[in-house]
């Protein structure tokens, strides 16, 4: 029974990125503290615990670590893809006169008059579909409302949904970001 608490302790560690309770990193120390005050009680960790299995508290705390991953790796790939989206646009997409191209603007019909008068239009496709570009914004901005979802639902701590959101954000940034 000693045994398969130690082993069950070691698991939760590694794969559920769990710590025990009495253990705490200190950045004043530079090293891992141990308070033994939290070394007994309903946990597989340490010589003075009392059960041979993970708690319903552990279990929460191993699958909101679990989101959190998640959620970090699909927000470090968004920002890296719209900030390449926008080095792009930046770069690639720009009027005539050099200015950049962000989206239609409404333009009173003194402005059109006048652009009409200095720009000459033609029937010419553009060499970059700036809208392709502005789906792409868009794309990026609805997976970011959707992490902004997420996180309403880990403060519920609703974690089974968020569990299945952050999978489903993650699998998106990735295809994105390809």
């Known amino acids: 029974m000693l045994a398969q608490q130690h082993i069950l302790a070691g698991l939760a560690s590694v794969v559920g990125g769990l710590s025990a309770p009495y253990e705490k990193a200190s950045h004043v120390h530079e090293r891992p503290v141990v308070n033994w005050l939290w070394a ?4 597989p960790f340490g010589p003075f615990s009392n059960t041979s299995q993970v708690s319903q508290l552990l279990k929460d705390v191993a699958l909101r670590n679990t989101i959190y991953a998640r ?24 009027t005539p006169l050099g200015e950049p191209v962000k989206g239609k603007k409404n333009k009173t019909s003194t402005e059109l008059w006048l652009e009409k008068f200095y720009k000459k239009t ?22 970011e409302e959707q992490l902004v979802e997420l996180s309403s639902l880990l403060y519920d701590h609703r974690l089974q949904e968020a569990h ?3 999978s489903d954000i993650l699998q998106s940034s990735i295809f994105t970001q390809q």
Do not use: M, W
């Not at 927000?75 to 770069?91: C, D, K, M, P």
């Not at 789906?135 to 997976?143: F, N, P, V």
């Open 122 to 143: 033609t029937n010419l496709p553009e060499p970059f579909p700036h809208d392709l570009v502005d789906r792409l914004e868009k794309y990026l901005d609805s997976l």
């Open 40 to 43: 007994t009680g309903c946990h």
């Open 164 to 166: 299945s959101n952050s």
């Open 71 to 94: 959620v970090d790796s699909a927000l470090h790939r968004i920002r890296e893809t719209s900030e390449a989206v926008q080095a792009f646009a930046a770069e690639h997409l720009k």
